[in-house]
């Protein structure tokens, strides 16, 4: 899994904006979810936002009006665009993808942080 910050870095004022990509290789066939999880300092990795190859999404409460994941089927993208930023944001994610054998694929992190 290929991801990309735009814009450049990650670093980033409280009250502003992200957006995450990340494009999952040729070689890993039939996706069905793709999607980002996150891992604070000393905090276990958890989810915050996923969505399926039919469009239905499932994003953590802490983000909920704050971020918008969207996908794109034919190319095998993910976005995750990150609104309103809190420092409580702050954190490594990772990209994920499941393909229909339940085959799990991570992405080797970005690191996110909210400081002013």
């Known amino acids: 899994l290929m991801c990309s910050c735009r814009p450049g870095g990650g670093l980033v004022q409280p009250g502003g904006s992200l957006r995450l990509s990340c494009a999952a290789s040729e070689s890993i066939f039939s996706i069905n979810i793709m999607g980002w999880y996150r891992q604070a300092p000393g905090m276990q990795r958890e989810l915050v936002a996923v969505i399926t190859s039919g469009g239905r999404s499932n994003v953590a409460d802490s983000v909920k009006d704050r971020f918008t994941i969207s996908r794109d089927n034919a190319k095998n993208t993910v976005n995750l665009q990150m609104n309103s930023l809190k420092p409580e944001d702050t954190a490594v994610y990772y990209c994920?993808?499941?393909?229909?054998?339940?085959?799990?694929?991570w992405g080797k992190g970005t690191q996110v942080t909210v400081s002013s």
């Open positions: 994920y993808a499941e393909n229909t054998l339940n085959m799990n694929y």
